[in-house]
């Protein structure tokens, strides 16, 4: 029984599937880096050879025109599994993908060579069912990504692939394994229906999914800093402001000691690795939800939230420690580096500037009192408390030494003001 005109809904179906393939060029054209782009087009295109060769196989019964048809749209339904894989992960199976059009291609062509049309009709029905199956589970396993975008395209081609699964279900109930005619029953004109709606949804949340991930890219390069991957100072002062100034968030701030000698002794591209090395070490010692970043030059700074300051006091010496360890080798001879902290915790009163600013007052207490140690912010007023108590710093040497620490702190504290102008800046 014929729902509506077939010839009308296949003319129609190869013009909407011919826009969606120009579309995904033109996208692609602007965006050449982006291969799922053009994995999409060529899968778009074979789907129109399809259509085309299948409408003249409705209009002039051909085994070889329906050879080509059936091949076109199963090479053009593999092309989407892949491009749904490369969505994924960022690989293109190409090797899987001609694997799986070869062995659907070659049983539908056997059997249709071999006159048995109405079962090659069944299994390329079956065959189409399955990658279009498969083809959803791949976005459904990313939809994290996008939840509501990558559940309705999943949705999309399951629908699509049960809509194939209709027909194998009808041509088998008819029982004619030899046709030799072109499938024409109610399953048809749905699955010809549903095609012509899922193409055009497709092919537009496609192209939406395409420009979200493109415009999380563009964002992503623009807060990374490109040497080593870390948030750069922009992206650290944004999103430290975002935070509010509960009483357990912690900043620290690192800089890496003598680095300008590093590099006039041993080169840029050996200081690049010293930087990248640090960057690393950051990375594999703060926890999820930490933010870490380089603000530039050999600065880098970590903000902790729901951090004591004991624990930002261990995180901060185990990162000074890890880098203590490190050697680097140029022209034949090893050599090593060091870090100075800064520490700064929120107080009742504390603002978040504030507390950045005083964590590098800390710092510069750090480079003045001998470099390579961890430094904890202390106010000009409780200098003379903290003299009288334990002291949270990682401090070796003699009680003149402390002393001179103890000096340097001062020093921060009358700096303190002169400092805040060009750090708040920054912020």
């Not at 090479?75 to 892949?82: A, E, H, N, Q, Y």
């Not at 960057?279 to 030059?297: C, K, P, Q, S, W």
Request: aromatic share 10%.
């Amino acid at each position: 029984m014929i729902l509506l005109d077939y010839n009308s809904l296949l003319i129609a179906l190869s013009f909407c599937s011919a826009g969606v393939a120009l579309t995904f060029f033109v996208s692609w054209l602007v965006s050449q880096s982006d291969r799922t782009l053009m994995t999409w087009t060529l899968g778009s295109t074979s789907l129109v050879v399809s259509i085309l060769a299948y409408s003249n196989f409705v209009a002039h019964y051909s085994p070889s025109v329906g050879i080509v048809a059936f091949s076109a749209l199963q090479i053009g339904l593999v092309f989407f599994l892949g491009a749904a894989y490369q969505f994924r992960t960022g690989l293109l199976p190409a090797k899987l993908m001609i694997a799986s059009a070869l062995i659907a291609s070659v049983l539908t062509t056997s059997m249709m060579v071999s006159g048995y049309d109405g079962l090659c009709y069944i299994v390329f029905n079956l065959a189409a069912m399955l990658i279009l199956c498969q083809t959803g589970i791949e976005y459904w396993r990313c939809r994290h990504e996008s939840p509501l975008l990558l559940t309705t395209l999943t949705t999309l081609y399951v629908v699509g692939g049960l809509s194939f699964g209709l027909c194998a279900f009808a041509l088998a109930q008819q029982g004619e394994w030899i046709m030799n005619r072109p499938p024409d029953d109610w399953a048809e004109n749905l699955n010809l229906i549903v095609c012509l709606a899922d193409t055009a949804a497709i092919g537009a949340l496609s192209l939406g999914l395409n420009q979200i991930r493109l415009t999380r890219r563009h964002k992503r390069e623009a807060e990374t800093d490109s040497l080593t991957g870390l948030y750069n100072r922009r992206a650290f002062f944004d999103r430290a402001a975002a935070f509010r100034a509960p009483t357990s968030i912690v900043v620290v701030v690192f800089d890496v000691d003598h680095f300008k000698q590093v590099n006039d002794v041993y080169g840029h591209q050996i200081g690049d690795t010293v930087l990248q090395t640090f960057a690393e070490i950051l990375r594999d010692t703060v926890r999820e939800g930490d933010l870490a970043a380089r603000l530039g030059g050999e600065e880098f700074a970590i903000l902790l939230p729901d951090a004591t300051l004991k624990a930002a006091l261990l995180v901060a010496e185990r990162i000074r420690k890890k880098f203590a360890e490190k050697r680097f080798f140029s022209d034949a001879q090893l050599f090593g580096s060091s870090v100075s902290v800064g520490i700064s915790k929120v107080g009742d009163e504390t603002m978040l500037n504030d507390l950045i600013i005083q964590a590098d007052a800390a710092l510069y207490v750090a480079k003045r009192s001998g470099r390579n140690r961890v430094i904890l912010f202390s106010s000009r007023e409780d200098i003379r408390q903290q003299k009288d108590s334990i002291v949270p710093i990682d401090l070796e040497g003699s009680e003149a030494e402390r002393a001179n620490v103890y000096g340097a702190v001062a020093e921060a504290a009358h700096h303190h003001s002169q400092r805040k102008a060009r750090l708040t800046r920054r912020i």
